[in-house]
């Protein structure tokens, strides 16, 4: 609890100081991630810093001429402000190259965000010179204009205070800048106090930005960093991060990472995971509270915001992602164990996750647009709907079948359509009996395309084709550079008592230094009616893209 002997809502695990051999081992993982641009270059520094600049100077301009087309005294024309707040990985200083700048506007009460926001700012940016591509979420759950700015990617939301006057020295922090604020703008202005909350709560800044580059980084190269489909986001993996340190406020980045994973591979969900005790707060809003909200009880893996009012930032995980994300904490902390024998070493926990070799079956799902600008928003949208499709899967087969979705969406340039791919792999659960029973998808599929072809914008031109296909039906433009990988041959079964000739035995020198690997083909098949072995898709018929699955005779 802060302003107490420790930072957080228990004591810390260990309060040992750094060691010799600590500090070595945090060169090394320097040293390891140093090729890898964790951190922009000065240049693009200045920029951004020049990009926030002009952008400050800009919404002034826009609200000062909204007091004067509202027809405000000439004082309040001329105290008319607007102030910009930076906050995400940029606020927290963890953001990499071409990395996004997330902003909010705070803006007085006679500015409106449908109108004055979305409409005349929106004009003053497209005029302005070194902006480009100009885009405008209104109905999001977070309302967002996003834009290039000189080459810099921005997010700007807009929060509207009821004041007719934005002091210069506004404290964001202050839990009554929240009163009489509409919903939209209460949840654009904790983006910032969520941020600013995390950097006063953990005990050491530095290396708290530190490992929280390298889990980052880790994160994404293993494929688990996307709160859109279900595993977690920026802020997620920062208030993760952050509880780490609490828990061991005196250690250094290589022993806050090895201890990340130690502590999440054990952790017992749904527990939540919190960085300061949840308050009620003084203004009645509703905070998380699994005894009095049924659905605050149903989350999966909570991690607590640490500001009024304390909300659960990871609503999204499923069941599927959560067995993903934890059985990747468990190789995380083998790594990290193994480093202290020196049979490792920090390279192997950056691995990229080899997702199109893991498994036997994988959904496809190929969406098309007319134009690119009716791609890119039919692609947010159906992206915002597979976290839906793991949930129908998971509930239609009563778990037995999981899902493991790629964060990442793939473009197949070689068409003259607007076409990308969307993966979802499938397997059997662990530990359930063996059936040779396919699992019939046909219902859960149509619900899903019948749920994403209800999209408010939907045109002619905006297709969704599912398909199910082996490893060798992936396409070849999901591999970087268009190549498919090699697979490992299946390893020779041998009855017992048998030794062919060049078959080394487990006393032969050979088979001291050879490793067999059992590659993921020899995984049992997972059959789905209507597929004849992923050769046939799903089906696609009627107007709407309706889908239908025929059963195996």
């Known amino acids: 609890m802060e302003g107490s002997r420790y930072l957080g809502v228990t004591e810390p695990i260990s309060t040992a100081d750094p060691t010799e051999v600590d500090y070595v081992n945090t060169k090394q993982l320097e040293e390891c991630v140093k090729g890898l641009a964790l951190q922009g270059s000065r240049e693009e520094e200045v920029r951004r810093e020049e990009v926030l600049g002009r952008l400050d100077e800009l919404v002034n301009v826009w609200v000062k001429s909204m007091s004067r087309k509202k027809g405000l005294n000439d004082e309040y024309v001329r105290e008319a402000r607007c102030k910009i707040f930076t906050f995400g990985s940029y606020r927290l200083g963890v953001h990499g190259p071409g990395a996004d700048i997330d902003t909010l506007c705070v803006g007085p009460c006679y500015v409106t965000r449908e109108e004055d926001f979305f409409v005349e700012l929106h004009d003053l940016l497209q005029k302005t010179e070194g902006v480009t591509e100009l885009h405008t979420v209104p109905d999001a759950h977070v309302p967002v204009m996003s834009f290039e700015f000189n080459g ?56 708290f930005r530190t490992t929280l580059r390298y889990v980052k980084l880790w994160a994404k190269r293993r494929g688990v960093y996307s709160n859109v489909i279900g595993f977690l986001g920026g802020v997620n993996w920062a208030l993760l991060v952050a509880r780490i340190c609490q828990l061991y406020p005196n250690a250094v980045p290589s022993v806050l990472l090895s201890r990340f994973f130690r502590v999440y591979k054990q952790w017992r969900w749904p527990n939540p995971v919190m960085l300061c005790a949840i308050e009620e707060g003084p203004l009645g809003l509703p905070v998380w509270d699994p005894r009095r909200n049924p659905r605050d009880r149903s989350h ?11 909300q659960n930032s990871s609503f999204n995980v499923s069941n599927s992602t959560l067995r993903v994300m934890t059985e990747e904490f468990k190789r995380g902390d083998s790594i990290c ?99 040779s029973t396919p699992f019939d998808m046909c219902h859960t599929i149509a619900e899903f395309k019948h749920s994403v072809n209800q999209y408010l914008l939907w045109k002619p031109t905006m297709k969704i084709h599912v398909s199910h296909v082996r490893p060798k039906q992936i396409p070849t433009y999901v591999f970087p550079n268009g190549i498919r990988p090699v697979r490992p041959p299946r390893p020779t079964i041998h009855k017992p008592g048998t030794n062919p000739d060049n078959v080394p035995t487990s006393q032969s020198p050979e088979a001291s230094t050879r490793s067999v690997v059992t590659p993921p083909s020899e995984e049992p098949e997972l059959p789905i009616p209507g597929t004849k072995r992923g050769a046939e898709s799903l089906g696609v018929l009627g107007k709407r893209v309706r889908v239908e699955l025929r059963s195996e005779s």
């Open 152 to 207: 810099i990617p921005i997010d700007l939301l807009y929060a509207r205070l009821p004041l007719w006057v934005i002091p210069e020295e506004l404290d964001i922090l202050q839990d009554t800048i929240l009163q009489n604020v509409d919903e939209q703008s209460v949840r654009s202005l904790n983006g910032c106090r969520v941020t600013d909350r995390i950097l006063r709560l953990v005990p050491n800044m530095e290396h």
């Open 300 to 310: 999966l893996m909570p991690i607590i915001t640490p500001t009024y009012p304390c």
């Open 337 to 435: 164990d193994s480093l202290d024998s020196k049979v490792a070493d920090w390279s192997k926990l950056f691995e990229p996750y080899p997702f199109f070799e893991s498994y036997k079956n994988y959904l496809q799902i190929d969406i098309s647009a007319g134009d690119e600008e009716d791609l890119r928003i039919w692609k947010g949208w159906v992206e915002s709907r597979l976290r839906q499709l793991i949930l129908k899967v998971e509930k239609d087969t009563f778990g037995a079948l999981q899902c493991h979705p790629h964060p990442s969406a793939f473009h197949d340039t070689s068409k003259r359509v607007q076409v990308c791919s969307f993966f979802v792999a499938l397997q059997r659960k662990q530990g359930a009996p063996p059936s």
